[in-house]
């Protein structure tokens, strides 16, 4: 199908030059770069007054070939208006929009030829109905009989959300448009951004709709696409439409359409149901069910395609059809677990979840293999299934305590592969150390020389690291390959505006896999809103960060601020502090940053990370199982003493033996700490909110003998069993104190980034908080705390306590 030409008795174009708006034609180079000629050709030929329109190439790296084309364009096409923003190019000037410029906001692929009258239509449509937005018909083409046949595919609304090719009707959309052009003014009361336009259409319509805006479809917007692609390419591009949908599903239920869901679930149900049809004789019934059902599906479509085009592309269209529904599934599954709330990523529990199942099927597997060759080399007779099955899974609880207690499944972070695959040969050879030991029979074994049944257990270490590396590899390359194609990106703002920001974007931009999707800068107070760099622009300053990051959902933020801003670093970190956010920090930076901080040097520049996790995986499980035991142990062994100490509570003051009181706990969250009652009943009646004195004449006789040996504290064990404290951390203050300490002392909420603790270093170094003065010290004790937390810190807190505690220093 071929675009039509203008028709000049149907001219589009507005009567009076005053109403004609400014255009801006944003085309982003990262794919399909060869075929920007013809795009910039078709521009060219547009029946638009030319000095109208402004041309935007945003690349995130220096192309020669594209370099070269856009330049001789530029040069043959003086009224168009040709602004070039290649990430490697020694220019790095914000440019300026004059106020009023760039009206409306067209995003083009590289590889699509406009028709000749598209802006003028575009233009029309807009001004005549009133809408935010309007897209047209996208006509797909192929250039090899393959590409011709997906063509076909992509190009009909039973397929995809985005196929047009077959509508005639023009109208008010609520589908995704492709190619289509925006009001600005619209795309900043949606929050829309005009560098994050190409590739976004979905979430473009759902923006533009939840701010009540409206969508129109013309017939007369018409575009071509050219597809060069093959079936893998075909592959990723149907998954990241199978995301980008089921995002916006999530946000708009009347979104949904039974034509997409149906094809798309069959298929990678049966694909899954195939994978557990050997064990579970079920789901090979299930599996062939799900399958017939899909392909009655794909008959139906392959023949209503066919029979449009005289039966062309007949016997391709099957696999072209299930290579785009299957795809869209996978594409469709991750977005509909993904995060709905707070950005597009992928959370980090389907994350693990994936990393687990991998690591389960490859112990198995392993264990399997590991078992047929002993019963090759006639060392043990072959198991029967269920009871080689029922081993299988306690080995793999070994092995998955293992991997928990050393950190294999923490989050991955676009991390080196191959250090991973390291530190997994590591632990691996560490395990199988510790099987051959655990198992190890000193008669036996040293009396006589060793069996060769105890030397395969080398040969499981190498069958194990290689079917858990193997799985790892295939789980991670999966993942870099979807943040390639936009799935699981991370809204990423950098905090910073000058060339150290725009160095770290240039560097950020080169590698998509790093899961960084850069929306914009944040920079100090006093840079103007409407600068721009590569397309990107400045959101605000420094003073609204926490609001920028609410109302664009950002989860990552990298900072890099001048020389003479770094004073505004406190600030980010006090602004982001609650928030579900991380932040990292160009390396140069590092001096003036206190405490534990990790370095990511991935793909050759560093990214050094504040305040990440506190202490490594084995500590943490190691700091609960102690604080359990713990817990236990004082409570059991100590009950008859605590029955003494109500008995005397209850007989020298009236009132509950209990004190229950709100604190603040981790991540902000609220609970009753339970203390034995030291003061006289309703103490804060009359007085409010208020620490303890020295010699506070609230305390009772009983009260003053259980704080100077710190008995009262005792009951606060029954929170460490619920999780809501632990044994060593910094003390939990009320919420009242909180929220007033919070606006008078920076970084003072980093204290809930982690549990409240009976003990702590304040504790054990400074005296009650009575004064602002003093919390503030206290405050020192706690970030030091912070960073440096490990099991050898808690224990020297708890000798110094236990010190305090026998020397009666309480108060």
């Not at 069996?451 to 870099?480: K, N």
């Amino acid at each position: 199908m071929a675009l039509t030409s203008p028709d000049p008795h149907l001219a589009a174009t507005p009567a009076l030059a005053d109403v004609q708006p400014q255009i801006s034609i944003v085309i982003p180079l990262r794919r399909a770069r060869r075929q920007l000629e013809h795009c910039l050709a078709s521009i060219a030929r547009q029946t638009y007054p030319h000095h109208l329109i402004e041309i935007s190439l945003v690349a995130d790296a220096a192309d020669e070939h594209a370099q070269k084309v856009t330049r001789e364009f530029a040069r043959n096409h003086p009224a168009l208006r040709v602004r070039r923003s290649f990430a490697k190019t020694p220019r790095r000037t914000a440019r300026r929009a004059p106020p009023g410029s760039n009206e409306i906001v067209i995003p083009v692929t590289p590889n699509t030829i406009l028709a000749d009258d598209f802006i003028a239509q575009a233009v029309a449509a807009l001004q005549n109905h009133s809408c935010a937005g309007v897209g047209g018909r996208m006509i797909y083409r192929g250039e090899g009989r393959v590409q011709s046949a997906a063509a076909l595919a992509l190009g009909s609304k039973w397929v995809l959300p985005t196929g047009t090719q077959d509508e005639s009707k023009s109208g008010v959309r609520n589908e995704a448009v492709l190619h289509g052009a925006y009001r600005r003014k619209a795309m900043n009361e949606a929050g829309v951004l005009e560098h994050e336009l190409p590739g976004n259409e979905y979430e473009t319509a759902t923006r533009m709709q939840q701010a009540g805006h409206t969508l129109y479809f013309s017939t007369k917007v018409q575009s071509s696409l050219t597809l060069r692609a093959d079936l893998f390419d075909l592959l990723g591009w149907a998954a990241v439409h199978g995301h980008a949908w089921a995002m916006r599903v999530k946000k708009q239920r009347a979104a949904f359409r039974l034509r997409y869901f149906v094809p798309a679930a069959l298929l990678v149900l049966s694909v899954v149901t195939a994978l557990f049809a050997p064990l579970w004789t079920a789901a090979l019934a299930a599996c062939a069910a799900l399958f017939l059902a899909y392909l009655s599906c794909n008959a139906l479509l392959t023949f209503g395609l066919a029979a449009r085009n005289r039966l062309k592309h007949l016997l391709l269209l099957p696999l072209v059809l299930a290579t785009i529904h299957f795809g869209f599934g996978v594409g469709m599954i991750v977005g509909l677990i993904a995060s709905k709330r707070w950005g597009a990523a992928v959370p980090k529990w389907v994350e693990k979840s994936a990393v687990i199942i991998s690591d389960y099927v490859a112990i198995t597997g392993a264990f399997f293999v590991w078992a047929y060759l002993r019963s090759e080399f006639g060392f043990f007779a072959i198991l029967e299934f269920e009871h080689a099955y029922f081993l299988s899974n306690l080995i793999f609880a070994f092995w998955f305590l293992l991997f928990l207690f050393f950190g294999l499944y923490g989050a991955w972070n676009a991390a080196s592969r191959l250090d991973e695959s390291i530190a997994i040969l590591k632990i691996v050879g560490g395990g199988v150390l510790l099987i051959f030991l655990l198992t190890l029979d000193l008669d036996q074994d040293f009396e006589n020389p060793m069996s060769q049944s105890r030397m395969l257990l080398l040969s499981y270490w190498l069958i194990v690291a290689g079917a858990v590396i193997t799985g790892r590899l295939i789980v991670r390359t999966t993942q870099r390959r979807l943040l390639e194609n936009g799935i699981g990106l991370h809204r990423t703002i950098i905090a910073g505006w000058g060339p150290k920001a725009r160095e770290l974007y240039q560097n950020v931009s080169e590698y998509p896999a790093l899961g960084y999707r850069i929306i914009g800068f944040v920079a100090p107070s006093g840079t103007d809103k409407s600068h721009r760099f590569h397309g990107v622009p400045v959101l605000g300053n420094l003073n609204r960060l926490a609001d920028i990051i609410l109302r664009h959902q950002v989860e990552d933020v990298l900072i890099a601020l001048q020389k003479q801003d770094q004073d505004a670093l406190v600030k980010i970190i006090a602004q982001t502090d609650g928030l579900p956010v991380s932040l990292k920090i160009v390396p140069d930076l590092y001096s003036i940053i206190t405490g534990q901080a990790r370095t990511n040097q991935i793909y050759g520049f560093p990214l050094i990370e504040i305040l990440p996790q506190y202490m490594p995986a084995w500590e943490h499980v190691a700091k609960r199982a102690i604080d359990v035991t713990v817990s236990l142990l004082i409570l059991i062994l100590g009950l008859p003493l605590w029955l003494l100490v109500a008995l005397a509570i209850r007989l020298n003051s009236p009132g509950k033996i209990f004190y229950r009181q709100e604190r603040m706990g981790k991540n902000g969250r609220i609970f009753d700490v339970i203390k034995f009652r030291s003061m006289v009943a309703n103490a804060e009646t009359l007085t409010g909110p208020k620490w303890a004195e020295k010699d506070d004449p609230r305390i009772t006789a009983v009260g003053k003998f259980l704080r100077k040996w710190r008995i009262d504290e005792v009951p606060q064990f029954i929170n460490v069993l619920r999780g809501e404290m632990s044994i060593v951390g910094p003390r939990p203050e009320r919420p009242f104190f909180v929220e007033k300490l919070r606006k008078e002392i920076p970084l003072y909420t980093r204290r809930l980034r982690v549990r409240p603790g009976i003990t702590g270093w304040a504790q054990i170094k400074g005296a009650y908080d009575a004064t602002l003065e003093d919390v503030k010290q206290k405050l020192q004790y706690d970030l030091f705390y912070l960073e440096n937390m490990s099991l050898r810190m808690d224990l020297k807190i708890i000798l110094h306590t236990i010190y305090v505690m026998l020397a009666g220093r309480g108060q």
